[in-house]
């Protein structure tokens, strides 16, 4: 007789036989197994019970809980219609040997994602705010692209002759207004001297690889991480963020000229309104080189460009599509590579940005490589000397530190953790490390800490193979309050300010989040936001008692579960007959 897997066995049961043996295999309603699964069942409650979205989903409306209900089936429908390789439809994918599957790497996943009914939904959710971000890269290039060449006066110029390929893909590029054109020189050409100024347009147009066509898609291969650099995980996270820091050599001046920086405001919080995000706090890391509109001295100091952020925002909140929209500010950050001179002198503009612009400046962090860079134990001189400067000040001005975005375990990487839950850091920048380490999970707890999480930029920088094996799950398990944010959406991949595909990304590749895991996440990014300057003491009152407090964090968060209850209303109308 041939079993299953098609093998013989000549002592095989017979008929007879099995009819006496299977009658002694217990039933699932046997009192005794009964007991067993509601065991287990206890046990799994009892460990959701931990979990920090527990009391969100305790407290979901009828409504909201149909929403949810909803979404859990469509996302369950789309594993088999959507993600399975049988359905393949798309030959391009299949030719470069992509197997389609739930959970799969996101810059292979992007564009089937964007056209599922998952995405329509989670595009619609209100998402709170955004609190883990770094300006440069938050608006798609694309259009920056259009905005330098409609700005008069644009030039560029690089620190070597762009003659070579190696030269195209390394060399430092910086864009800048000049009143009178300059239209000296061939920067494609071995006879360029470094550092002189040609017109954009005049350097677009001789491209020698099909002028300004060509042009534009080489400027954004330096602007970007190539779908190629985001999936290529075997090159290691070193590799990977040499490729990123190449980007910001080519970024890092782009919107530093008034009329730039203001059409860069304007799309940014077009774009995150239209993602219902109303609020973002912004990692601010530039040199001293903004220049006023028409002028070619740069700004002494970083007012004019805090003035602008000021007005842009005024601006878009009294327009009709920026309504209800409740702002930006910034995250001062240096950068964590420097030496102590360098370190201190930024600390000190940071010091007087703050005093000049107190509504703008919310933290300080330092940014850049965390393997790469000084780790905060290296840093405590700096960073004490920085909170002594500041009680002389009189300024308040709390860090937001990022920390544990690394693979270290129990270097001084990894330590960062430490440090950062010891100078009393009010969030945590990614916290990728955090899972490892129980004690400092407890502490983070305690001391009410947010875990500012960023997905899809641990997969893109190759801490993780994609967002199945992201371990922000064992936190949210934990009872470890998270948000999810986009990092550097313009250069790793999402190429738009918002926070849709980190969101439609968790909510696909971790079952046990759902909606309601989501709509708990966003309300952790009201109730984690410096919306003003607060006391040690202010700032965990306004967290402990969320909407049942009575200042400014209480109105928006319940501003929030209106529009909240409104999408989920949404959902059940739009997809409930399904
Ligand atoms: O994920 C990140 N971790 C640490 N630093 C970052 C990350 N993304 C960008 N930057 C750093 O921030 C500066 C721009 O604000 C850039 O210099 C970049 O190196």
Redesign the pocket.
């Known amino acids: 007789m041939a079993n299953r897997t098609g093998m013989n066995y000549d002592n095989a049961y017979t008929e007879e036989e099995w009819q006496e043996i299977s009658r002694d295999i217990p039933k699932e309603s046997d009192p005794f197994m009964q007991k067993y699964i509601q065991g287990r069942e206890a046990l799994v409650a009892q460990e959701n019970r931990e979990r920090s979205d527990a009391s969100f989903r305790k407290g979901l409306t009828p409504i909201a809980k149909r929403a949810c209900d909803i979404v859990a089936r469509i996302r369950e429908e789309e594993k088999n219609t959507v993600w399975t390789p049988q359905l393949e439809d798309s030959l391009a994918q299949e030719s470069e040997n992509i197997t389609v599957h739930p959970g799969m790497m996101f810059s292979l996943s992007k564009q089937r994602m964007e056209g599922t009914k998952l995405w329509k939904i989670v595009r619609r959710m209100p998402k709170g705010t955004l609190l883990h971000a770094?300006?440069?890269?938050m608006v798609d290039f694309d259009y920056m692209f259009e905005v330098l060449f409609a700005t008069p006066g644009m030039h560029l110029y690089a620190d070597q002759p762009l003659a070579t390929a190696e030269a195209r893909d390394a060399a430092k590029i910086n864009f800048r207004f000049y009143k009178q054109p300059r239209t000296e020189g061939d920067i494609w050409s071995q006879s360029y001297k470094e550092g002189t100024p040609i017109l954009l347009t005049q350097v677009a147009d001789t491209f020698p690889e099909g002028g300004k066509a060509g042009f534009l898609k080489w400027l954004y291969g330096r602007c970007t991480l190539s779908r190629t650099d985001a999936v290529s995980q075997h090159h290691g996270v070193d590799e990977i963020w040499k490729k990123?820091?190449k980007c910001?050599r080519v970024v890092n001046s782009m919107i530093h000229y008034e009329p730039i920086f203001r059409m860069f405001l304007r799309r940014l919080m077009s774009l995150l309104k239209a993602d219902g995000i109303n609020w973002c706090e912004i990692?601010?890391?530039w040199a001293l080189d903004y220049y006023a509109q028409d002028s070619e001295t740069p700004e002494p100091d970083f007012s004019a460009a805090m003035t602008a952020i000021d007005e842009e925002v005024a601006r878009f909140r009294s327009s009709a599509e920026g309504k209800g929209f409740w702002g930006l500010r910034m995250i001062w950050?240096g950068?964590r590579m420097f030496p102590t001179r360098d370190i201190v002198q930024n600390m000190e503009y940071c010091i007087t940005t703050k005093m000049a612009h107190p509504n703008l400046i919310l933290g300080y962090d330092l940014?850049?490589?965390?393997d790469g860079g000084r780790p905060l134990r290296d840093l405590l001189p700096e960073l004490f000397w920085f909170r002594k400067q500041c009680a002389e000040e009189g300024v308040n001005i709390p860090f937001f530190f990022?920390a544990g975005?690394c693979l270290g375990t129990g270097n001084a990487t990894d330590h960062n953790l430490f440090d950062a839950v010891l100078l009393g850091t009010r969030r945590i920048?990614?916290g990728f490390s955090l899972y490892k380490h129980p004690l400092l999970i407890d502490l983070v707890k305690e001391r009410r800490i947010l875990v500012e999480s960023?997905p899809i930029?641990n997969e893109v920088?190759r801490l993780c193979g994609s967002v199945m094996s992201h371990p922000l799950p064992a936190l949210l398990a934990r009872g470890v309050p998270c948000a999810l944010c986009n990092?550097?959406p313009a250069m790793l991949g999402q190429d738009t300010a918002g926070s849709t595909h980190d969101f439609w990304q968790a909510l696909q590749g971790w079952e046990n989040l759902g909606l309601a895991g989501l709509g708990s996440l966003a309300e952790n990014s009201i109730r984690w936001a410096a919306f003003e300057d607060q006391t040690p003491d202010e700032w965990s009152r306004d967290i402990r008692e969320a909407s049942m407090g009575g200042g400014t964090k209480a109105q928006r968060l319940k501003e929030w579960q209106v529009d909240w209850e409104k999408f989920c209303l949404w959902v059940v109308d739009e997809f409930g007959e399904d």
Do not use: I, P
């Open positions: 770094h300006l440069d890269a990123f820091y910001f990692r601010f890391s950050a950068m940014v850049g490589q965390e990022h975005e920048g990614h960023c930029s920088l990092d550097d």
